[in-house]
């Protein structure tokens, strides 16, 4: 027999029988202090317990967000030094085969991101931000003090150190570690890759949660958060460099160790100033529930007015404020339809609210914009390897090589110093947004200029290897030709610098006001998963060039190959520039289809002065 829906109107809902005061009860007792009067996300103590106002007026704002910004700073600083350092580290140390090495940080670098996931379920269902930080930047550090450990004894590295030139490295001729060596080298390795998991989805929010739900500051915060990690970047590819090669490997994971104790201090320093949120238990159990029950109700009809939400200001989801009903994805409505003859309110496998629907859509609607940004992770990694290839070749007047990638955080640094000053004023005049350009209209610039980045790569890789071949240079690709400088990669690396920061700070900031209140350590993970798959990604389409364009039986290199002078780096970076431009396309698609949840702030009214 057909079930028929019925509409829960409002004397229902508000119905002061003992069974329905029971079940309200029932769903609000433990939410008391959560949420305001006005149905917005309260701020709580430390211990669970509501902030009162003058709690409220001594906690948050800058002054706390400072603690924050020393962590991620210093997670930032490990993470690119580890990423910079580490394939050189196992190459020269622990005599493995550069490809195996470049491999296993690659996998690293994706995993320590994809992860990420898990951080933000944890804080979001259980933990909360605070907690996630304080446990993950722990385990963070110890796989620091490990690393360390590692490059310091020499009973942790490869035998035959002395007995082992550069030579005998190139050709593999070395002694290889023991197992048991490698397996402590990948252990401590991927106790930061999951320190940084944690780490990663939580600060970012942790830190926004520090102001007012809709603060007009909230911009200027993620413009900062961004130049903590920007910062945290130039002394990797510049500090951690000079240590490295004056006082060795011991003393440059030292130092990483020592950064993350001390930015660890300073955050739980901070305890006192720092405002929480109530974790909402597990999203992913929530998101689940509505799966189900849409799918259990899927051959019903339904109308908005049959739709269920619990009465009151306050939503059954613990953390969250009530989210009005959209028309997008109705077919998740039928979760929240109410059906004749079954007592479905106290089973949410059945029947969900519809702020819990709402939370659904929001992640659906969310996941499109990040898998867009996954491509520009990809130019990232690409980066990060082809160009101090490139860059192994020219002419750097001194500078080492591993400092190149500082010159995209110069880029990053300079943009973030000119955005209100010039940016800003500018994007306003033309768009007539209060903040210059909105979050998508900001990401889709970055990934115009992430395409202009690789087309311009492509132009100037195939210059540079004809002058290689016009000079007698073809055999000689870690020779520097003193004729051709360095610095034609500036404009390479200053395109993808604006790119990642008009991208990445768009990002986060477009994932957190815009994602559940009682969902944003996970949907701030969307953009370290998209980071992860990047990773991967990068690594697959190496693996498929490589093997469809190098034959070594017929004599053909490859257009990676070894000898940067007779591959084709050239067409590579087109290849990037071609699925840049597509990704592009497909991104403005969703852009242009998109809805605000949270409109933007109204610019205020021009300052009259009276004469």
């Known amino acids: 027999m057909d079930h028929h829906p019925i509409p829960a109107d409002e004397n229902e809902m508000t119905s002061t029988s003992p069974q329905m005061q029971m079940r309200r009860n029932k769903l609000s007792s433990h939410f008391q ?45 490990a993470y690119y030094g580890l990423s910079l350092n580490m394939v ?17 940080v690659n996998n690293f670098l994706g995993i320590s991101q994809a992860s990420s996931l898990l951080g933000g379920f944890l ?20 796989g620091l003090v490990a690393l360390t450990l590692c490059a310091t004894m020499p009973a942790l590295q490869a035998p035959g150190q002395d007995e082992c030139d550069g030579f005998a490295k190139l050709l593999g001729k070395c002694q290889q570690p023991h197992p048991w060596q490698m397996a402590y080298l990948y ?35 993620f413009n900062l958060f961004y130049l903590a990690v920007t910062v945290g970047a130039i002394a990797a590819f510049t500090l951690l460099v000079y240590v490295q090669r004056n ?25 006192p100033l720092y405002r929480h949120r109530v974790p909402g238990g597990s999203p992913l159990t929530r998101v689940a529930q509505v799966l189900v029950a849409a799918y259990r109700k899927r051959h019903i009809k339904h109308t908005t007015e049959l739709l269920y939400e619990v009465g009151g200001a306050k939503s059954a989801v613990r953390g969250s404020g009530k989210i009005e009903h959209t028309e997008e994805l109705r077919w998740l409505d039928k979760a929240a339809v109410r059906v004749e003859g079954q007592e479905e309110i106290n089973n949410p496998w059945r029947l969900c609210t519809v702020t819990q629907v709402e939370e659904v859509k929001i992640l659906v609607r969310l996941a499109p914009v990040s898998a867009c940004t996954v491509m520009l992770s990809v130019v990232l990694t690409e980066f990060l390897t082809l160009s101090v290839q490139q860059a192994y070749t020219l002419n750097t007047r001194g500078l080492p090589v591993a400092c190149m990638p500082v010159f995209p955080c110069l880029a990053i640094l300079l943009l973030l110093a000119l955005y209100y000053r010039a940016f800003a004023p500018l994007a306003r005049r033309l768009t007539g947004h209060p903040h210059g350009a909105s979050q998508l209209q900001r990401l889709g610039l970055g990934l115009l200029l992430s395409t202009l980045s690789v087309a311009w790569a492509g132009l100037f890789e195939r210059y540079r290897r004809a002058y290689a071949i016009r000079h007698g240079f073809l055999p000689l690709f870690l020779t520097p030709m003193p004729g051709l400088s360095a610095y034609w990669l500036l404009i390479q690396y200053c395109l993808i610098g604006l790119a990642e920061v008009f991208c990445l700070v768009a990002l986060l900031e477009f994932l957190y006001q815009e994602a559940p209140d009682a969902m944003r350590s996970l949907a701030s993970a969307y953009a ?7 990773c991967f990604l990068a690594t697959a389409i190496n693996t498929a060039v490589d093997s469809i364009t190098g034959d070594i039986d017929a004599g ?28 592009l396309i497909v991104f403005i698609y969703f852009a242009k289809a998109y809805k605000y ?11 009259i002065t009276s004469s």
């Open 123 to 142: 804080a979001d269902a259980y933990l909360g931000r605070y907690w996630t930080i304080a446990a993950f930047t722990t385990l963070y550090l110890l």
């Open 187 to 221: 252990a401590a390795l991927y106790t930061t890759a999951l320190g940084a998991a944690g780490i990663r989805p939580c600060v970012s929010s942790f830190g926004a949660d520090q102001f007012e739900e809709r603060s007009p500051v909230l911009d200027r915060f």
């Open 247 to 271: 006082h060795g490997w011991a003393a440059a994971f030292g130092a990483l160790a020592l950064a993350m104790a001390a930015s660890n201090a300073l955050f739980f320093m901070g305890t």
């Open 556 to 583: 053909r290199p490859s257009w990676l190959a070894q000898n940067i002078n007779v591959g084709k780096f050239d067409y590579f970076y087109w290849l990037l520039a071609v699925l840049s431009t597509i990704n």
């Open 33 to 77: 202090g959560d949420i305001d009067d006005d149905g917005g996300v309260g701020v709580v103590d430390i211990r669970g317990s509501p902030m009162g106002s003058a709690e409220l007026a001594r906690t948050g704002g800058w002054v706390a967000a400072v603690f924050i910004f020393g962590n991620e700073m210093a997670e930032r600083m």
């Open 597 to 607: 949840r949270i409109k933007p702030p109204r610019p205020p009214p021009p300052h």
């Open 528 to 534: 370290a998963l998209a980071g992860g798959l990047g």
């Open 88 to 104: 050189i580290f196992m190459f020269n140390v622990m005599h493995r085969p550069f490809a195996a090495s470049a491999n296993a």
